[in-house]
């Protein structure tokens, strides 16, 4: 008896425990449950014969959704409000908890459902005005018929497929950590666009830039931090273009300010925005259209591959949306309605990141610590506070935290000077009022290129590089984005917030910003690189990416003939490194000079006997890619690492240029040894540690040291801590300065190559599929494609009725 009731209370008490939640993690008594929990998320393969009829709210005509092998649904409805309604339903049953996680980063309310490991994820949201901009940006898109439709539409899309699910039916995350899906709201798809504009152009350098000038005078930043690359550089639009347009008065410059306190002073008020990691090469993209002389059809062919975080699910999810004025495919961002990357009929375009100077920074001198005044034009002029809650799973009281905003934007950023609370203020695109959402609600109806001009018009941020073509065979790309008029080099250091002269003074007319249409080379192109040559009149940014990609891509189309959508396949999976065309054959004479060991001296024969190709199997590609950045650092880290300020480090353009064009400079000299070094010490001993730490890592020069197993690409569950839900280990070639720019976990998150012609032929991947629920065997269904640089053709219907051998169920979704 008494083991019994020993075992009865034992399964009281673990029953008890598995249904409350432990702090802030979730209870496993329900997401275990076999009625309710994880189990019930498992999915088949969907019956290509069925066919099921749903009764909705809110709908005005109905709606037929046929799905395709790969899970793609292709929707035809009646009208634009039905059409965005079934795109928010489609996307929300396959992609709910991603829109989820992803506005509740932007928003800052992560800590919400994870505790307190997430709440400076939410201070910088908060800190940054992300509720501010998306605020401002949700009066305008309502204040549209086009883009009010739409968002009205896609919210009770969403909202109709959350209603109908019951705590069974979350998605496993929801059910892993214990909350329950919401509401979803317009304001929610704004904060998916500011988390865009934070991904994209969320960064700045100028405190560390304003501490270089703060050590080394004008004369040696100059030297060392030009404005155009001094190597080479083939930049979007093509060298020598003529500017037909009357030019806007250029604002005048003011001297660069010095704010900086002594080294000894360092200190972060806690209140200021946290460290954020430096830019990530590799985080780009490319893009590029070749005209009717180029190709086999007789009509462009384009595409477009941007590089973003590698994630399950992926960042895209592809949809064709057919209506009245509209018959579009590509891929969109769940959360956003309409197609961001993409093809009609008659057009197709892509885009690539600018990488505009958005992003300033405004010392602020307050009247006093109450922070209700500051000094603006020889005056003091009134603060603007908004108090920012953020609720934390697990705690009683929400962490509150006042927000002072100037007419620059909020100052929360610091210099790390110090101080009692942050002092800079941040000017940024992600504040501007705008509607954007008209870009690609226009595109996606256009049939020319005057519409897709006018649709460049609506366009805020972040800058993007538009690839366009069309039927008419013309090709064209334009740099398009709300670019702040300033003088040459405004913001390139910390601002003075007090001056007038300092603030960003109007707008680059968007008919003025850099755009080129039918160039004589037959190609348009772009991959993060200088906008423009240096005739372009107005400031842009004083840098950009670094141009190897966009080298490789121009000689490619340049030479190319008789082109198809398979060319530019095999250029987009292109792993040919130009950045060690251009420096390896130097340090390799270097070190044929000195002394090496046997293993150093195999690792020198294999380099030697590279043909710069970055494949899977390369063991030269591993070693070159180890070295340059102990090369780099090797030369600047003795100078610019000084304790508790920042310092920027000069470019790899300028690194490379040192060492082809001044080798004889001081700065090879490691100031921190009684020794004098030289290039030929410093190239040496940057190869000796590159190998070192291969060695360290991955043992003796062996196939361990393939450059797929160094790089190690890997994509992750959106989690980052959930391993299960990863992929399996990849092997791939590639790099973030070459085309193929996939690193360890960066990477081409949508490959897609559009034929144009009479019928467009168009193929497209991604690494992923179109489901976020792990059990669906839509999860990965076209990673391997995609690990392999293939692309699936995709299925363009005309109409609902079209038979296609790759369509499966249909789904229509009635009036009730």
């Not at 929801?174 to 704004?190: A, D, Q, S, V």
């Not at 690189?529 to 005739?535: A, E, G, N, W, Y």
Request: net charge neutral.
């Amino acid at each position: 008896m008494a083991k019994a009731l020993i075992s009865l209370l034992a399964t009281i008490t673990l029953v008890y425990i598995l249904n409350r939640p432990l702090g802030p993690a979730p209870a496993l008594g329900p997401f275990l449950s076999p009625f309710t929990g994880i189990w019930q998320n498992g999915e088949k393969p969907v019956d290509p014969e069925s066919e099921e009829v749903l009764k909705l709210d809110s709908l005005k005509k109905d709606v037929v959704i046929r799905y395709d092998d790969t899970g793609v649904p292709h929707i035809f409805a009646e009208n634009d409000f039905d059409l965005y309604y079934a795109q928010g339903y489609v996307t929300a049953k396959d992609r709910l908890w991603q829109m989820d996680l992803q506005t509740r980063a932007a928003s800052g309310r992560l800590s919400e459902i994870l505790g307190k490991a997430t709440l400076e994820i939410d201070l910088q949201s908060r800190r940054l005005g992300m509720g501010y901009g998306a605020e401002a940006n949700l009066k305008l898109a309502m204040s549209d018929p086009r883009s009010r439709e739409a968002l009205l539409g896609y919210t009770a899309g969403v909202n109709a497929y959350i209603r109908q699910l019951s705590s069974r039916d979350y998605p496993v995350e929801f059910k892993l950590l214990g909350y329950k899906p919401e509401r979803w709201e317009p304001i929610n798809t704004m904060y998916m666009l500011e988390q865009m504009t934070l991904n994209l152009a969320g960064r700045s350098n100028e405190v560390n830039m304003s501490n270089v000038l703060e050590k080394y005078g004008k004369e040696i930043t100059d030297q060392l931090f030009p404005d155009y690359p001094m190597l080479q550089e083939s930049p979007v639009i093509p060298a020598g273009t003529k500017w037909d347009f009357k030019k806007l008065l250029i604002p005048a410059a003011t001297s660069a300010s010095r704010f900086s306190d002594s080294l000894s002073d360092y200190k972060k008020p806690e209140n200021s925005l946290p460290e954020r990691e430096p830019e990530i090469e590799g985080i780009g993209s490319n893009n590029w259209a070749i005209g009717a002389e180029k190709s086999i059809t007789g009509y462009p062919v384009l595409a477009n591959d941007p590089h973003l975080d590698l994630s399950l699910p992926s960042i895209w999810y592809q949809v064709q949306l057919h209506a009245p004025e509209t018959n579009v495919y590509g891929v969109s961002l769940p959360g956003i309605p309409a197609v961001i990357i993409g093809f009609n009929k008659d057009i197709a375009w892509g885009v690539t990141n600018v990488d505009a100077d958005v992003f300033d920074l405004y010392k602020i001198r307050f009247k006093d610590d109450t922070r209700n005044f500051y000094w603006y034009e020889n005056q003091w002029k009134p603060t603007r506070k908004r108090e920012e809650l953020i609720y934390v799973k697990g705690e009683k009281e929400p962490v509150r935290e006042e927000i002072v905003y100037t007419h620059h934007g909020p100052v929360t950023d610091s210099d790390n000077t110090s101080g009692k609370f942050p002092t800079l203020a941040v000017k940024w695109i992600g504040h501007e009022p705008g509607n954007t959402f008209l870009t690609f609600y226009e595109l996606n109806k256009s049939r020319n290129y005057d519409d897709y001009r006018k649709a460049m018009t609506y366009f805020v941020g972040p800058a993007q590089n538009f690839v366009f073509a069309d039927n008419s065979k013309n090709i064209a790309i334009t740099v398009s984005g709300k670019l702040p008029l300033k003088y040459k080099d405004q913001g390139k250091f910390v601002l003075d917030g007090s001056k007038a002269a300092d603030d960003w003074q109007g707008w680059i007319p968007a008919g003025q910003n850099p755009f080129v249409k039918n160039p004589q080379r037959g190609f348009v192109s772009s991959a993060n690189q200088s906008s423009t040559d240096p005739s372009y009149p107005y400031y842009i940014n004083w840098v950009f990416s670094p141009s190897e990609r966009a080298i490789r891509i121009n000689e490619r189309l340049s030479a190319m003939s008789k082109a198809n959508a398979d060319s530019l396949r095999k250029l987009q999976n292109d792993n040919y490194n130009v950045t060690a065309r251009t420096i390896l054959p130097e340090l390799l004479h270097i070190l044929n000079t000195a002394a090496l060991t046997p293993s150093q001296k195999a690792s020198l024969i294999t380099l030697a006997n590279w043909d710069y190709q970055n494949d899977p199997e390369s063991i030269a590609a591993s070693i070159f890619e180890e070295w340059m950045p102990a090369l780099r650092s090797a030369i600047w880290n003795d100078e610019f690492s000084a304790a508790g300020k920042p310092l920027e480090l000069p470019s790899r353009d300028r690194t490379m240029y040192l060492v082809l064009k001044q080798p004889g400079e001081k700065w090879f000299d490691n100031v921190n040894t009684p020794e004098k070094e030289t290039l030929p010490d410093i190239a040496f001993s940057s190869f000796k540690a590159a190998l070192d730490t291969l060695n360290n890592r991955h043992g003796a020069m062996s196939p361990s040291w393939q450059w797929s197993k160094v790089k190690a690409t890997e994509i992750r569950h959106l989690s980052r801590s959930l391993k299960p839900f990863n992929a399996p280990p990849l092997t791939t070639g590639g790099g973030s300065s070459v085309v193929n720019a996939t690193t360890k976990r960066h990477g081409p998150s949508w490959r897609m190559v559009v034929e144009l012609g009479p019928e467009p032929k168009a193929y497209g991947i991604y690494p992923g599929g179109q489901s976020g629920n792990p059990g669906s065997p839509y999860y990965m269904n076209m990673l391997k494609k995609w690990e392999n640089g293939e692309l699936n053709e995709l299925v363009f219907l005309s109409s609902p009725d079209r038979s296609d051998s790759r369509l499966t169920k249909c789904l229509t979704l009635h009036k009730k």
